[in-house]
């Protein structure tokens, strides 16, 4: 029998003037050693330094359990900017609740770089809806994303790619360093 797809990250260019970091669920839990986001809270945290250089818009999802409770921020270490919003969707996928959508429709975006935990949770639902529903592009860095094990991690990713109606076309797979970012001429 053979094992899911694996995608391979590929560099890729992106227009800073339709490209928007969608960064979904790290909140002050990610502090914590024990859970799998902890991992991702450097190599994001440095990635959306970059980002901001190019004034890329960024926009950060906390589980809406977490409202109202010490784990309702997002990590310090991602440096969050006042201008960056926070919102709290009451599901897996983030664009229940209509922020989300409203969110990047201002900010006129095509293409998505979605970084978070968890893979087969918040990544999975949110990204299959901006693709499938709203034509997203999305751009998923295979080290941007993690969950507790690797088979989920790993068939989420086969999950995307299997995708019907051709929402599997709108994925491109990369890393964090693989992006370059550019004004369209």
Do not use: W
């Not at 409770?69 to 960056?84: D, G, Q, Y």
């Not at 201002?106 to 949770?121: D, E, Q, Y």
């Not at 088979?151 to 360093?177: C, G, I, M, R, W």
């Amino acid at each position: 029998m053979e094992g899911p797809n694996k995608p391979e990250a590929k560099p890729i260019s992106l227009d800073i003037e339709s490209t928007a970091v969608v960064v979904l669920d790290l909140s002050t839990r990610c502090h914590d050693p024990k859970e799998c986001c902890s991992k991702l809270l450097e190599p994001i945290g440095e990635f959306l330094a970059r980002v901001r250089t190019f004034g890329v818009p960024i926009i950060f999802t906390v589980s809406a359990s977490a409202k109202g409770t010490s784990l309702a921020e997002v990590a310090p270490a991602l440096k969050r900017r006042a201008s960056e919003p926070v919102i709290y969707p009451d599901a897996f996928d983030k664009f229940t609740g209509g922020e989300l959508d409203a969110f990047l429709t201002k900010a006129r975006a095509k293409s998505l770089i979605v970084v978070g935990s968890s893979t087969n949770i918040a990544v999975l639902y949110t990204c299959s809806t901006a693709a499938r529903l709203y034509n997203y592009k999305i751009i998923l860095p295979l080290d941007g994303i993690n969950t507790r094990t690797q088979y989920e991690h790993e068939y989420t990713l086969h999950q995307f790619t299997v995708l019907p109606h051709d929402a599997n076309k709108q994925f491109h797979f990369t890393n964090l360093s693989m992006m370059a970012f550019q004004a369209e001429a």
